[in-house]
């Protein structure tokens, strides 16, 4: 069997050096946010017997790393900064406070400096120390399997390589609009809506729940509301008419945990189709399943949505 060409990676590679540089010199971060979570995908691709996380998005304060897998095993460092007082300043903050057994630094560059120096005596044999560039990356996904490395080219494909296309759609400005004239009618927050259809729903459901509209709001604010007002508007519409036709057909006042999940399934379904057929005329940040069921969860937190009649806007 053919191996699957790696030049679409390649060439994805070689345009986030240029963006990540450029962005760099413009003193602009986002690109940095952005890049941790593509390199979390495709590590979780080449790394099968794991699954890394982006760090920055659980809590605590993680300064010095920001991927980690769920074994502490490996952990990551992603920067565009090389320098010998970058490492030194990495390695000093992590070893008194992480137990990972190796730290690599992942350079946003096609190409790691030359070192004429070690940092063992800043390592001192607590852990394994590698530095990575985007060359060694490709190795790795080289490697790979053919469908995984299909995996990994359309991550960059939806991610990095511009669709020409896309630069000439409009902003979605009527929905964000719309979004600033909404009255907000449901004063519940999340756990009262939820025990209002179930009122024996576990307190370690409750906190799961609680623990995704908060790891929601970290990967949101990455986004200005400005962004993300039109989507959270055309979302609330859709799933106000999923949410009545819920309503109409279901007579119950109490809800199963699993009903609940359902409901919140079939909102993130229908937050999906909507903003796959407006993304054909309007310009949105997103449309991964993932990010559109966090604004769902915002929505039913910030009192525009429900699982219930009260949460019906007349």
């Known amino acids: ?93 992590y070893k008194d406070d992480y137990n990972f057994k190796k730290v690599i630094m992942l350079y946003g560059k096609i190409q790691k400096p030359k070192r004429t120096i070690d940092f063992e005596t800043e390592i001192d044999g607590r852990f394994k120390f590698e530095e990575w560039d985007f060359s060694m990356l490709v190795e790795n996904i080289n490697d790979c399997k053919s469908h995984e490395i299909n995996q990994i080219q359309q991550i960059l494909i939806n991610e990095v390589i511009p669709k020409i296309s896309d630069n000439f759609k409009i902003e979605d400005d009527s929905g964000t609009e719309l979004w600033d004239n909404l009255e907000q009618k449901d004063i519940r927050n999340f756990k009262d809506k939820l025990l209002d259809v179930n009122s024996n729903i576990r307190d370690a459901r409750i906190e799961m729940y609680c623990r995704e509209i908060a790891s929601g709001k970290v990967e949101l604010s990455n986004y200005s509301e400005r962004e993300i007002s039109a989507m959270k508007y055309r979302v609330f519409e859709i799933c106000q008419k999923e949410l009545l036709d819920f309503c109409d057909e279901n007579e ?28 054909k005329d309007y310009s949105y940040p997103f449309k991964n399943k993932d990010t559109l069921k966090k604004i769902v969860l915002a929505l039913i937190d910030e009192c525009y949505l429900s699982f219930d009649e009260k949460g019906i806007y007349l």
């Open 252 to 279: 119950k006042k109490e809800l199963t945990h699993k009903e609940i999940n359902n409901l919140i399934t079939n909102y993130t379904e229908q937050a999906y189709k909507i903003i796959e057929e407006r993304t």
């Open 1 to 93: 069997m053919a191996r699957v060409s790696t030049d679409i990676i390649t060439s994805a590679f070689a345009l986030l050096e240029s963006k990540i540089s450029l962005n760099s010199h413009l003193n602009l971060q986002d690109i940095n946010i952005h890049l941790e979570n593509i390199l979390r995908d495709i590590l979780n691709i080449i790394y099968t017997d794991r699954q890394f996380i982006n760090l920055n998005t659980e809590k605590g304060n993680y300064t010095s790393i920001d991927l980690g897998d769920n074994i502490n095993d490996i952990s990551f460092q992603v920067t565009s900064t090389t320098t010998p007082k970058k490492v030194r300043e990495t390695i000093s903050k």
